[in-house]
């Protein structure tokens, strides 16, 4: 599914600081109402034991940063058990935004609901580019606030400007943490976001998280697209090939007896 707007949905100033600085944060662009219909979702899907399992590639689990405990963090994909979740990822504003951006409509690629409970360790300097043979280029990330995001909770930090340098690691299809001195960690930006505001930057932009030292949850929904002339609509073909290739890395673990549900 894509849209498309008659009037463009961003400012010319919204647009220049994207392309400069590779992020744009959009205030209040879902109502409490909407938010608080995916929150709900959010609680209704954690309880949904017979999905959270550790063999289920649908899962993600990260360690807590004190203890080390292993604590379930994210669903990915969410949209096709979540449809309020759905909702907001094909959402006509934010598809409109996103193609703005592009100059053409945009398609979901990825969506993800990440729970980041409170001690969820964050995660390293990265890109989210990914080189697979169809991996778009053109892979932009709308992260959707469900709480309140901010410093001691987790937020998500970007690093302005270095996406104008392309991928800074191996294009050899793995994934890479970018190491210490690549990038200048004071530039960093913390992605304050309230809940209903969204955050876009695209895969060439270095992010990182710091882990979550708060009592609270950092809910967040990390809907992800690709333009239209880089591979239409992909989502399904993603999926595909992302689960070929989790198989592939769970088995260099000794795990053989993964499935998807």
Known sequence: MSSATAA????DAQRRHYQSEGYLVLPGLFSPEEIA???????ALLARKDLIASDNIRCRWQPH????????ETFDPVADIGPCCERLAR????????????????????DKLIYKPPGTKGYDLHQDFIAWPDFPRSFVTAVVALDPSVPDNGC??????????????????MYHSIPPGVVDEGRAVPLALAPGDVAVFGCFTPHDSAPNRSGRWR?????SYNAASDGGDRRTAHYQEFHAWLRERYA???????YFR
């Open 8 to 11: 463009p949905a961003l400012t």
């Open 37 to 43: 219909e995916v929150v709900e979702e959010a609680g």
């Open 65 to 72: 940063v004190v203890t080390g405990e292993c604590l379930f």
């Open 91 to 110: 959402d006509p504003r934010l598809l409109a935004a996103v193609g703005d951006l592009y100059g053409e409509p945009a398609f979901l690629f990825k």
């Open 156 to 173: 998500t930090r970007v690093y302005p400007g270095y996406h104008r340098r392309g991928y800074l690691s191996p294009e050899d299809g």
């Open 219 to 223: 809910r967040q929904l990390y809907l």
């Open 252 to 258: 260099e673990y000794g795990k053989h007896n993964v």
